[in-house]
C-alpha cells in the first residue's frame, strides 16, 4: 500500500474511525519503509461532517457527481457565449440536479448512521453548488478527500472557515464522460417519452375503435327494433282486419239463421194447416 491508496483508504473510512484508521495506517506505511508517507498520512485532518459526506458521493455516486461538474461546464460555456437563453434553460437544470444529488447524499448517510443537521445540509448544497460553479472545486471535490467543506464566495472557493481551498483544476476527459452520460440519459427519457406517446396514441385508437363498435353495434340494434316494431304493427293491421272480417261473417250468419229459423217456423204452420185440412177432407170423404 502506498501513500495514495492510505489516503484513500482513510476519507473512505467512517468518520468516528478516522483518527485510529490514519494511525494504523501511517504505522503500516512507516514499517514498509516509506517514513515520509507515514508522515503526510499523519497530517491528514479529519473531515468534518460535510466534508464526510461530500467524499461519501464522490465515492459512491461517481456519474450523478460528474454530470453536475459538467453542467457547470455549460454554464460556464453559455456565460462566455452570452447565451441568456441557454442560462435561463439551465438554472431550473441547475436547482433540481443539486436537490437530487443532495437527497442522494443525506440518504447514503442516513444509510450509514449519520444524520444531516441543517446546518451540514446547508453546506453539503453549498460544498455541490461550489463544485458545480468552479473547475478546480469540482475536481477537489471528485477526488474524495475534503477535510472542510466548500463554499464559492464569488472571488474563489474557500472552506469552512473562510480560508482559500487548494483545488486543482477538472479534467477534460471526465467532462466528456460526463456529456456522453448526460447525451445518454436524454436520450432515453426521450425514448421514453415516444413511448408513452405511442401507448396513448394507441390507447386512444383503441378507445375510439371501441366507440365506433359500439355506435354500430347500437346502430344495428336501433334498425332491428324498428324492423320488428314494422313487423309487429303489419301483423296486428292484418288480424285487426280478420278480426272485423269475422265479425261481419259472425253477424251475417246470425241474421241467416234468423230468417232461417223464421221460414223454418212458417213452413211447420203450413204443414200443420195442412194436415188439419187433410183430416177434415178426409172425414167429409168418408161421410159421403
Known sequence: MDFEEAADAVYAAPAADFIATRNELAKQLKAAGDPLGSTRLKALRKPTV???IANLVARELPDQLDDLLALGDEFREATADLDGERLRELTPKRHQVLDQLANEAARLAGD???????????KLRETLDAALIDPAAGDAVREGRLSSALRHVGFGVV????EPSNVT????????????????????EAEEVSAEKQVEERARREQ???????????KRAFEDAVTAAQ???ATVEDLDKQLDDARDALSEAQALVHKLGAELDE??????????????????????
Do not use: C, F, I, M
Open 267 to 288: 213452413a211447420r204452420r203450413a204443414a200443420r194447416d195442412a194436415q188439419k185440412h187433410s183430416r177434415e177432407a178426409r172425414k167429409h170423404y168418408n161421410r159421403l
Open 169 to 188: 483544476p477538472l479534467t477534460d476527459e471526465r467532462r466528456q464522460a460526463a456529456r456522453e452520460r448526460r447525451a445518454a440519459r436524454q436520450a432515453e
Open 208 to 218: 375510439e375503435e371501441r366507440e365506433a363498435a359500439a355506435k354500430a353495434e347500437a
Open 112 to 122: 450509514r448512521g449519520q444524520k444531516l443537521s441543517p446546518d451540514v445540509a446547508t
Open 231 to 233: 313487423a309487429a304493427e
Open 159 to 162: 472552506d469552512e472557515n473562510g
Open 50 to 52: 460535510a466534508a464526510w
